[in-house]
């Protein structure tokens, strides 16, 4: 336990001593968010909504009021036949079409439920919009219509506040800085090692390869934090992002998990320093693109890049900062869980410290 | 360790070891008793540290047996290595830790107590005990490797090449460090291929060549075995070198960076 400790303190204390190396990625992306606050204003690419109103009510109307209250929408009004021919057109990126019977109630006066029917253009903004639908139409729900849920609509169900720029960025920013503290760093600090001749010193101490890399793994992790924090704390103060902590806590601790493990599988796999480098940035940045623009990702490619880590920390991070809590970000604990054990048994049968 | 002064702190038998197709150590057998200083002599490429990494444990045995205190290397590597001590060839420590710092680390790898001053003290490197390993210069860092090797108090020493690079003021200061060690009651395992540095440390030496050893014996054994051949060196002896000429001219006292 002295050697983890030890170790653990020692790698923060190099981390600490060599700022430069330690936290320019992490000042970078909080420059990025500053920046998109003061050029952009926050502000997300619009989703062109054409809205098919059958049922000609105060509550349609009051529901297409809130859709225009959201920020991310603009909002026309269509004929049925029209709003297909725009979608196709690519004028809209989103038709919804509310029903005759909307707000419709049954004889003892309770509303009927019905279905709102949304369509979109696949690998467009709406896309990434579908979520503060949602949300929209959930709080029509709870607000206008009172404790009974009528209206539903058949979509992914996450719950979502209004959808800004920061939405987007943030889990590709998190995930960015994941990537290039773990992985990217790992594997150049690991390979630098190996190629100095630190990693043979350290073995003729006798100590274990576990011991090694879980106090790497623990200092990584510690660094992490202090990062992601920076960035939250920007996040907070420019966008009024809240996270909840304990499953951030968990999506970061796997996240790096996952990377590091990948880092020195790569760092092992490859014994010459500057090439194992070169190979981590080659996989490491087609993950950071992924994660940046998850949201905009053709569906088809969506369906293969859904698998990779990355994507996993990146809709964690979405699912957290539409509200959601450990429950909500589960199956992305459940994977990372998978990848890292995948890795690390991977990472442990290429380890060689010379 | 079991101390009985005649008896094999390390027993190597019928040590092979190859690299690919290359026969690196091609049946090595030797012993190295308590409290002395063992030399493994050679040219470059002689199998001097491909030796001494396998009696450490550092590199896997093909064939043969190597135990070191009644511990047998290939069954328990890192059992050996916490309890020897070893300085290698080429010695790279974290940057950005200072000595005491390092020194600090390497004891709790060990498992041993924390006494950097006392081994700083010991080295020669007191005033530099705040100062980064990249920061010293060769002499101070082979001694600094010395220091860390001695951290976990072990009665074996392995030292790879120790001078290798260095002026001969910090050789010097290196064999005084050497024969402290030994005083202290030591065992020493080295290499080098400085035969006058073998003659003035070394009790016994093996010298080597193409993985073999070619002679074992104390470094007068060896001598008198050759003139008893009817060797003789052709040149005068001189009384003098320049190695002697040098270090008069510019002292004996070691240059700190």
Redesign the interface.
């Known amino acids: 336990m002295?050697?983890f400790?030890?170790?653990t303190f020692?790698n923060l204390?190099?981390y600490v001593?060599?700022p430069i190396a330690s936290f320019s990625l992490a000042a970078a992306l909080v420059l990025l968010l500053v920046l998109l606050k003061v050029v952009f204003s926050g502000q997300a690419p619009h989703t062109r909504v054409a809205v098919v109103d059958a049922s000609h009510t105060a509550a349609s109307a009051a529901l297409v009021s809130d859709l225009r209250a959201a920020g991310t929408f603009d909002v026309t009004s269509e004929s049925p036949a029209a709003a297909r021919n725009v979608l196709d057109r690519g004028d809209v990126d989103m038709t919804l079409a509310i029903p005759a019977d909307f707000d419709a109630r049954d004889a003892s006066g309770r509303p009927v439920p019905v279905r709102l029917q949304v369509a979109y253009r696949a690998g467009t903004v709406a896309e990434s919009s579908l979520p503060a639908l949602r949300g929209v139409v959930e709080g029509y729900d709870e607000v206008v219509l009172g404790e009974v849920p009528s209206v539903s609509i058949s979509i992914t169900p996450v719950q979502a506040r209004a959808s800004s720029a920061i939405d987007f960025l943030l889990p590709g920013v998190v995930a960015f800085n994941i990537i290039g503290s773990a992985l990217m760093l790992a594997a150049g600090v690991f390979a630098n090692y190996k190629s100095?001749?630190?990693l043979?010193?350290?073995?003729?101490?006798?100590?274990?390869p576990t011991v090694f890399v879980l106090s790497h793994a623990a200092a990584t992790f510690v660094l992490g934090i202090v990062q992601t924090a920076a960035i939250l704390v920007v996040a907070e103060l420019l966008y009024g992002v809240h996270l909840d902590l304990v499953a951030l806590f968990l999506l970061m601790m796997l996240g790096y998990l996952v990377f590091l493990a990948l880092g020195l599988a790569i760092s092992g796999w490859i014994r010459d320093g500057q090439r194992a480098t070169a190979v981590a940035q080659s996989v490491a940045f087609p993950m950071i693109f992924i994660g940046l623009l998850s949201a905009a990702l053709p569906a088809g490619v969506a369906s293969v890049t859904r698998y990779l880590p990355v994507s996993y920390v990146t809709d964690g991070m979405q699912r957290l900062s539409a509200g959601g809590q450990v429950p909500a970000v589960g199956a992305d604990l459940a994977w990372l869980l998978g990848w890292a054990a995948v890795l690390l048994v991977a990472a442990g049968r290429v380890f060689r410290w010379d | 360790m079991n101390v009985s002064p005649d008896a094999a702190l390390v027993a190597v038998h019928d040590l092979h070891k190859s690299y690919g197709e290359v026969a690196a150590v091609r049946g090595v057998s030797f012993e190295v008793r308590h409290g002395e200083v063992f030399g493994l002599l050679g040219p470059n490429g002689a199998g001097k540290t491909t030796i001494l990494e396998t009696v450490?444990?550092?590199l896997p045995i093909d064939r043969g047996t190597v135990t070191v205190d009644g511990v047998d290397v290939s069954s328990h590597?890192?059992?050996?290595?916490?309890r020897v001590g070893?300085s290698?060839q080429?010695?790279?420590?974290?940057?950005?830790?200072t000595l005491v710092?390092l020194l600090?680390?390497?004891a709790?790898?060990?498992?041993a107590r924390h006494r950097a001053e006392r081994l700083l003290e010991r080295v020669g490197l007191s005033e530099q005990a705040s100062r980064q390993v990249r920061t010293l210069s060769g002499g101070q860092q082979q001694r600094f490797a010395i220091a860390?090797a001695l951290v976990n108090d072990p009665p074996l020493l392995f030292l790879d090449e120790p001078t290798t690079g260095l002026d001969p003021q910090a050789r010097r200061s290196l064999w005084d460090l050497v024969e402290y060690l030994r005083l202290e009651g030591r065992s020493i395992v080295l290499t080098t291929h400085y035969m006058e540095e073998a003659q003035h440390l070394c009790d016994r030496v093996a010298i080597l060549d193409h993985g073999r050893v070619l002679a074992l014996d104390t470094p007068r054994n060896l001598v008198e075995r050759l003139l008893a051949t009817g060797f003789r060196k052709d040149v005068a002896v001189q009384r003098a070198d320049l190695e002697d000429v040098f270090l008069d001219l510019t002292g004996r006292q070691l240059r700190e960076g």
């Open positions: 002295n050697a400790r030890s170790l020692a204390k190099m001593r060599n100095t001749g630190v043979r010193r350290l073995k003729a101490t006798g100590i274990s | 450490e444990g550092m590597p890192e059992r050996v290595r916490r070893i290698l080429r010695t790279a420590f974290f940057e950005r830790l710092e600090g680390l390497f709790d790898l060990y498992g860390v």
